[in-house]
């Protein structure tokens, strides 16, 4: 069965410092933001679909192994991808070799006990103080290797994930490294590791601007540092007018920045047209301003 888990730590203290910085792409200046959008997804988004990890290890002798280089650097694409998609600041993948090898050994323990678990005991098969350590830093799949986990961790499905815990440190306005591990079957991704002081990013919305439809999920999010959403409340409209919709969380635990999920129904993802949504999420206290508006238009790629 394919999972995701929730880190449940709470906010490490921010370090470090962080220029202001535009996540980057090899689109040609001259693109319009929809042709972006569209180039962006079949030159980057498609071609960082890997199938195979790479994956050195074997679970009969407790050998993690590695994954190339390679795989590491599609990896922080993947994740640059996503992050570009809502307008943040790229990530670089941290490969310090301490950090790699805790990260490549929570992934394996997570593949050799067919489980998975932030805190596992000393008597999980396989068991290391590396992976350990690993394990609790990370975001954890199952049934996903390395960049395939980073769209199930985007996704964010399941019962559980309703704060979308996984997507919120993945697009966290103040992250600057990540770090990653995986065998063929599952993954590990360093987040909690060297945050910025400056935020320049106003909000975070998935989706958000120009988004492909495949990768408009059911859950949607829009996320601002320090905000408080307990009393907020959203409206979309859409094709059709008025959007129902119902908010699953408003008030959890303080992964990356603070959100409000919610899941709307009837929307179109199968349309060879572009389709338009407009949100507004008001009732935000803690922020530079109570409401915000915003526009997803959903394209076929």
């Known amino acids: 069965m394919k999972k995701t888990i929730l880190l449940t730590a709470l906010f490490l203290t921010i370090i470090g410092c962080q220029k202001d910085e535009v996540n980057e792409t090899s689109t040609p200046k001259t693109m319009t933001a929809r042709d972006s959008a569209v180039y962006n997804y079949n030159e980057v988004y498609l071609k960082t679909n890997l199938t195979n990890s790479g994956w050195t290890g074997n679970i009969l002798t407790c050998n993690a192994g590695t994954i190339p280089t390679t795989t590491h650097e599609m990896v922080a694409k993947r994740i640059n991808?996503?992050?570009?998609?809502?307008?943040?600041?790229?990530?670089?993948?941290?490969?310090?070799?301490?950090?790699?090898?805790?990260?490549?050994?929570?992934?394996?323990?997570?593949?050799?006990?067919?489980?998975?678990?932030?805190?596992?005991?000393?008597?999980?098969?396989?068991?290391?103080?590396?992976?350990?350590?690993?394990?609790?830093?990370?975001?954890?799949?199952?049934?996903?290797?390395?960049?395939?986990?980073?769209?199930?961790?985007?996704?964010?499905?399941?019962?559980?994930?309703?704060?979308?815990?996984?997507?919120?440190?993945?697009?966290?306005s103040k992250a600057k490294s990540f770090t990653s591990g995986s065998t063929?079957?599952?993954?590990?991704?360093?987040?909690?590791?060297?945050?910025?002081?400056?935020?320049?990013?106003?909000?975070?919305?998935?989706?958000h601007r120009y988004f492909p439809q495949n990768l408009v999920y059911n859950r949607w999010s829009f996320s601002i540092y320090g905000?408080?959403?307990?009393?907020?409340?959203?409206?979309?409209?859409?094709?059709?007018?008025?959007v129902a919709l119902s908010i699953v969380s408003n008030s959890g635990p303080a992964y990356g920045d603070n959100t409000i999920v919610w899941e709307p129904t009837g929307i179109v993802k199968n349309s060879t047209e572009d389709v338009k949504y407009t949100v507004t999420v008001s009732g935000i206290k803690n922020a530079s301003k109570t409401s915000y508006t915003y526009e997803v238009i959903i394209i076929k790629p």
Request: with cysteine; aromatic share 12%; charged share 15%.
């Open 81 to 172: 991808y996503f992050r570009n998609l809502v307008g943040l600041p790229k990530i670089e993948m941290d490969l310090s070799t301490d950090k790699v090898k805790a990260c490549q050994e929570a992934a394996f323990m997570m593949h050799a006990n067919n489980k998975l678990s932030h805190f596992p005991t000393s008597d999980w098969k396989c068991y290391t103080a590396d992976g350990y350590l690993g394990a609790t830093k990370s975001n954890l799949s199952i049934g996903y290797n390395s960049t395939t986990a980073i769209s199930n961790l985007i996704q964010d499905a399941g019962t559980t994930n309703a704060p979308v815990g996984h997507r919120r440190w993945l697009l966290y």
């Open 184 to 207: 063929g079957y599952t993954s590990a991704v360093w987040v909690h590791s060297d945050f910025a002081i400056k935020n320049s990013k106003e909000f975070t919305a998935y989706p």
């Open 227 to 242: 905000a408080i959403f307990n009393d907020a409340k959203v409206v979309m409209t859409g094709p059709s007018g008025n």
